[in-house]
């Protein structure tokens, strides 16, 4: 059918088919797919070359962006028609690749958001209105939306709504002229007075009142909400914590929440908030703020859950609690009862301590809250039941795996016994081993007379050397020299401000948990709280040295330590402060995030495809399911064979042409494969101890049980049922894999003329943990760059390609390859420091696969 | 006296990007988003080395070159651009810059071009 266009072709080939009834050939149906596969393949690479161009290692420029972007656009297309011609157009996969386009168009083009809205409920949200209803009302929504946690479930007032208050309030122009001015903490007081004293435009008030009488009707009359902010960068890397206000326990009547809403959006405008947003590179007025309104809980106790230490990095899931609202522990005040599990292999507690937890916050009938000394009998008392610290913790992981990001969570417990989730954000946590071996505390700690030792709390690990600066008032912020250590009593969100100047900071109270705790760690400044004593330690003025190591040992040197300070890596400004770099690489968003996973689930449609990835994979598994569909019939149910070997690999057969000695039947053994490439591979599987570290166990069921236990962690649907699929003939081998998260891709062509030869691989490797995802993927890349691949990785997508080979090198290399990916599979657990990839590395390529030798 | 890097490139994120990576080995770094300003600076202070956009509006990245060579020959010309073909980079390379570089720019690979640049 040469010379005729592919459309045409395909035109013909179902006009043929309609005329000749059901045959279908394979083959053709073959070519589809691999030309499906083929496109796919040029778009995932681009997206790994964007996503590594944007990663920040790269100073890139929008016209690189528009080019790459309009490359992939090509490769989607192309690929979506033949994907169509595949399917004959059953899927409206187009439609969604017009969607997800117009997004990325906008975001690049940078046209008027055509967003309307002004109020959305939660169950409204979509993906696309991300932006507009602020990154805590996003993750909230989602949660309720798509989670079984327990979230109250409210409304979120957009940015639109925003820009129309402030326009129709005089003050863009207002804060226009200030930007080119310049300004002081008295024009942002004046700012901060005319949102008080203005006024909701009617179209606002209106819809806003609308939604207030919805949830009066769900709620009952005298229900309250909380009045939230949720900034437009509430979702990233930076969480402003503490610096946005919140107004709790608002009646639902309009003019309560009127002037809450005006009250939390005026937070914009305070001198602490307009410097974190300088340094974020947004001028004044530069972030818009949209607000969530969300019921209330009456909380008898709440507090905070991290499911990673944010000061190390380290796998351990941490629960604080209090008595009353949780603004006592986000803030700081009190020293809360704290809970600590490790989550490898599994979920368990290794320390309970019950805190002093002196003062509460509790609800107060009127409406707002009130501060007070909590009961001497409840001093003493947990907050939390055995089963409930063990069912927040169970939450707690859920949401880390649905958001595949280590999380700072916000909870409450009702007076009826409920546990609620109140907030989930990204954690900005250090990671471990990020910097190769440091030297530890104690072998400094002889030679050098240390002020302070290990008391408290570490909140960022670090090393900082300066004069201390005892800071009583806010006032005194404004004094501190640069490189100064901040000393104070209590800890403050206000110490923002502070952030540009200072090396360190040291609190008497505080903990890990408050709203300064998060903006020390994103912006990492070596903190440490809760000493108790640092006030009386250390005296204005003094020098002192800060060192905070890796395990979280820390100690205050008298005087400079040289020694200890030529440790310090230099870290100005990170790229990820940068605003530019943000906006540009917020593209990407709509581009590499893998979310449909499970092929199985009800979400894998593509209305459910959110990035090009997702349309991509869409029509990855469709085009694999098409050709099974295409293979059963054409050959009967026997076209679909299960592979028996000695590993339970899970892999159907299809021949598309000499690929088995012997087609009958519906199971294939090792000795009926003629594919070469597909002997290599299982070859290289079978080697022993590439599959299963310990000696084989003979039993089929123990095998399949065992793996499946193994997949337990991650897996929500059964295992066995998904069909992992090898297309071969003589030449030819496409085989897809899944083992629980791990998705591998093996193409290759081998015939004897070089030039036509290739092997391709595709890695995605999902567990939650990003650190050890990404030491899964460096060790494969590795591997592979040995034998000659050329490869590139992006987060947990790795892709790798040998061209050019003659067919027994492309042998060699397929053997190998069948052992790395049975060999990856034991990894899940064993990657925990960065010198394990080195050492497994040589272990694979020396033939070791005993992982517990 | 830490050696003093000039960037001039119409895209703000190149400088800005650049400005960070660079300000991160101790450099002292100044951005242009056009040559013009950045050519004044130049007869203000001196500067070890001037990466330059080559496609800008008004004057372009070759006119700096020429200036720079002909009125400050101890100052190293490092050359950038979005449309790296052939002919471009023969022409720098008669041009005699000290590097050149296709956008995007692997940033390890610029601070090893610098470093070498502030030896020579």
Redesign the interface.
């Known amino acids: 059918m040469k010379g005729i266009p592919r459309k045409l072709e395909s035109v013909l080939q179902k006009a043929r088919q309609r005329i000749f009834g059901e045959a279908v050939d394979l083959k053709t149906v073959f070519g589809d797919f691999k030309a499906v596969l083929e496109s796919n393949n040029r778009a995932l690479e681009v997206i790994t070359d964007m996503g590594e ?1 944007l990663g920040g ?8 962006i528009k080019k790459a972007y309009e490359e992939l656009y090509a490769d989607i297309r192309n690929s979506v028609e033949q994907f169509n011609s595949l399917s004959h157009s059953r899927y409206p996969i187009g439609n969604t690749l017009d969607r997800i386009d117009a997004a990325i168009k906008k975001a690049l083009y940078e046209e008027a958001p055509a967003f309307a809205g002004r109020i959305l409920f939660f169950g409204d949200i979509t993906w696309e209105a991300a932006r507009e209803v602020g990154g805590k009302n996003y993750h909230l929504s989602q949660m309720a939306n798509s989670l079984d946690v327990n979230v109250p479930s409210g409304f979120a007032v957009t940015a639109h709504a925003y820009d129309e208050f402030m326009r129709h309030n005089g003050l863009d122009a207002k804060i226009e002229a200030l930007n080119s001015v310049g300004y002081g903490d008295d024009d942002l007081k004046g700012i901060r007075e005319a949102i008080s004293d203005g006024e909701l435009p009617e179209p606002l008030g209106a819809e806003l009142d609308g939604a207030i009488e919805k949830l009066r009707a769900a709620l009952g009359p005298d229900a309250f909400i909380s009045v939230r902010s949720s900034a437009e960068e509430e979702d990233s890397e930076f969480s402003f914590a503490g610096q946005f206000a919140t107004v709790l326990n608002v009646p639902l009547q309009s003019d309560a929440v009127r002037d809450a809403y005006k009250k939390v959006i005026a937070s914009l405008f305070t001198s602490a908030a307009v410097s974190y947003q300088k340094r974020l590179g947004y001028a004044v007025g530069g972030m818009r703020m949209p607000v969530g309104c969300v019921p209330m809980i009456d909380a008898v106790a709440s507090g905070v859950a991290y499911t990673v230490d944010p000061a190390t990095g380290k796998e351990r899931l941490s629960i604080s609690a209090s008595w009353g609202l949780g603004e006592s522990v986000v803030a700081g005040k009190v020293d809360p009862d704290t809970y600590v599990f490790e989550k490898m292999p599994a979920l368990k507690l290794a320390e309970a301590k019950v805190g002093r937890k002196e003062s509460m916050i509790s609800s107060s009938k009127a409406g707002g809250t009130e501060e007070s000394a909590t009961p001497e009998d409840m001093r003493a008392r947990a907050c939390l039941s055995d089963g409930q610290v063990a069912e927040l913790a169970e939450r707690a992981l859920k949401i880390e795996k649905y958001f595949r990001r280590p999380q700072d969570i916000e909870w409450a417990l009702s007076a009826d016994g409920n546990l609620y989730i109140l907030q989930a954000r990204p954690l900005r946590a250090a990671s471990s081993g990020e910097r190769g071996k440091t030297r530890s505390v104690e072998e400094f700690s002889g030679q050098y007379r240390a002020l302070v030792h290990n008391k408290g709390n570490v909140v960022q690990k670090g090393i900082a050397g300066g004069k201390v600066f005892v800071v009583k008032t806010v006032d005194d912020i404004e004094k501190l020299p640069k490189g100064a250590v901040l000393v104070a009593k209590n800890d403050s969100p206000q110490f923002v401000r502070a952030m540009p100047f200072v090396s360190a900071i040291v609190t008497d109270t505080g903990s890990t948990t408050s709203h300064m705790a998060s903006i020390c760690r994103e912006f990492k400044v070596p903190s440490v709280v809760n000493t108790r004593e640092a006030t009386r330690a250390l005296r204005d003025g003094q020098d002192v040295t800060l060192y905070v190591d890796d395990d979280g040992n820390y100690a205050i040197y008298d005087g400079l330590v040289d020694e200890i300070l030529e440790l310090i890596e ?1 870290t ?4 990820e402060e ?1 605003y ?2 943000r906006k ?1 690489k917020y593209i990407m968003r709509f581009i590499s995030p893998l979310n449909l996973v499970n092929p199985l689930a009800d979400e894998f449609t593509p209305e459910k495809c959110n990035t090009m990835h997702d349309i991509l994979r869409f029509m990855h598994e469709k085009s694999v399911q098409g050709l099974i569909d295409a293979s059963m019939k054409a050959a009967g149910k026997g076209a679909l064979k299960r592979l028996e070997i000695a590993i339970p690999t899970g892999i159907n057969v299809i021949d598309i042409g000499d690929g088995l000695s012997d087609s009958s039947g519906s199971t294939v053994k090792l000795e009926q494969v003629q594919s070469e490439p597909m002997r290599a591979v299982l070859n290289g599987m079978l080697r022993p101890g590439a599959w299963h570290s310990e000696a084989v166990d003979l039993n089929p069921r123990d095998f399949l049980s065992s793996m499946m236990r193994m997949q337990d962690l991650t897996a929500s649907v059964d295992q066995s049922t998904y069909r992992n699929v090898a297309v071969i003939s003589r030449e030819y081998l496409n085989m897809t894999l899944r083992f629980g998260y791990h998705f591998n891709l093996l193409d290759c062509y081998c015939s004897e003329k070089a030039a036509n030869n290739h092997v391709y691989f595709r890695f995605v490797g999902g567990a939650t943990d990003i650190s050890k995802r990404s030491r899964r993927i460096r060790l494969i890349a590795e591997i592979l760059k040995e034998f000659g691949f050329i490869s590139s990785t992006k987060g947990d997508l790795l892709i790798a390609r040998l061209s050019h080979i003659e067919k027994a090198e492309a042998l060699r290399v397929l053997d190998m390859s069948g052992s790395l990916i049975a060999f990856t599979r034991q990894l899940d657990a064993v990657l925990g420091t960065d010198s394990d990839v080195e050492r497994f590395k040589q272990a694979f390529l020396a033939g070791n696969f005993g992982i517990h030798s | 006296m830490s050696a003093r890097i000039m960037i001039i490139d119409d895209e703000k994120i190149v400088g800005d990007m650049a400005k960070i990576s660079l300000e991160d080995e101790g450099y002292a770094v100044e951005t242009f988003l056009s040559a013009a300003p950045a050519l004044e600076r130049l007869k203000e202070e001196k500067f070890d080395v001037v990466v330059t956009d080559l496609k800008m509006k008004g004057i372009d990245g070759l006119e700096v070159l020429k200036v720079v060579k002909e009125q400050y020959p101890d100052t190293k010309v490092i050359m950038i651009t979005a449309f790296a073909n052939l002919d471009v980079a023969i022409e720098a390379i008669r041009g005699e810059v000290f590097d050149f570089f296709p956008k995007p720019i692997k940033i390890k690979e610029m601070k090893e071009s610098i470093k070498r640049a502030l030896e020579g």
């Open positions: 161009k290692e790269y100073i890139f420029d929008i016209i690189y230099r100005g400004r990170s790229l940068l530019e770099f540009k």
